[in-house]
């Protein structure tokens, strides 16, 4: 199963990939490099399946749990002054997805959303510390029983140029329903409240609507 983000990439990835292995069975006359080129254009393919791909999975929903929103690495676990919502402290953990990651975001708590933005920016590394700040990115923020407000923070890296964000303030969601999408992109950081207990470590594998971040 693919993420309907992928459909459009997926076809015109299918229609190059077919015209190119016709032309070269027309035009690359030495069958070995001819075998190579279509081998090439087919590992392409499968990369970009790969990228889209919308696994089924049992979800964890749970009222008192915050789940990662994305699969990946956690990265960072600090205390930070969140500058665009709060102005105050906050528990921040960070996951990086690499390229071969789902790359779907998920919501991380139920609730309601209370704030949703975009911001255009650069494309430094994921990992790069200024990237939550400097970086495209969108921040939705969803009010929740538990937890009080939960940020969230889509993040583009060098890799990315779009970021896909269904959030809409006043819209009522669901733990682990979809959030948005990043292509080919990067990183997710979540703000917590200081008394949240994280249940996770640095360099921790994740998965999004499974793993749990932190608890009440």
Same mark, same amino acid.
Request: proline share 3%; no cysteine.
């Given at each position: 199963? #693919?993420?309907? =983000?992928?459909?459009? &990439? ?68 600090? =205390? ?5 919502? #709060? ?5 921040? $953990? ?42 495209? @990115? ?13 940020? #969230? ?7 990315? @140029? ?24 990067? @990183? $997710?950081? &979540? #703000? ?22 932190? =608890?009440?």
């Amino acid at each position: 199963m #693919f993420h309907k =983000e992928g459909f459009k &990439i997926i076809f015109i990835a299918l229609v190059i990939v077919i015209g190119l292995s016709l032309l070269a069975n027309v035009f690359v006359g030495d069958q070995t490099i001819r075998g190579g080129v279509i081998i090439s254009l087919i590992i392409i393919l499968l990369l970009v399946l790969q990228f889209f791909r919308n696994p089924k999975r049992n979800f964890l929903v749970h009222p008192d749990y915050v789940l990662s929103s994305v699969d990946g690495k956690v990265v960072v676990i600090e =205390e930070v002054f969140e500058n665009e919502y #709060f102005n105050d402290k906050r528990l921040q $953990v960070s996951v990086f997805m690499s390229p071969i990651n789902v790359h779907i975001t998920r919501y991380p708590v139920s609730g309601k959303v209370v704030y949703s933005k975009y911001h255009p920016g650069k494309y430094l590394v994921a990992w790069h510390p200024k990237s939550s700040e400097e970086n495209e @990115r969108t921040t939705v923020v969803v009010k929740n029983d538990a937890f009080g407000d939960v940020l #969230f923070r889509q993040i583009a890296g060098a890799m990315a @140029r779009r970021i896909v964000n269904y959030a809409e303030v006043n819209q009522e969601v669901e733990q682990t329903s979809d959030s948005g999408f990043i292509k080919f992109g990067s @990183r $997710v950081d &979540i #703000f917590l409240p200081l008394d949240a207990k994280i249940k996770v470590a640095l360099n921790q594998k994740v998965k999004g609507g499974i793993s749990i971040i932190a =608890e009440k």
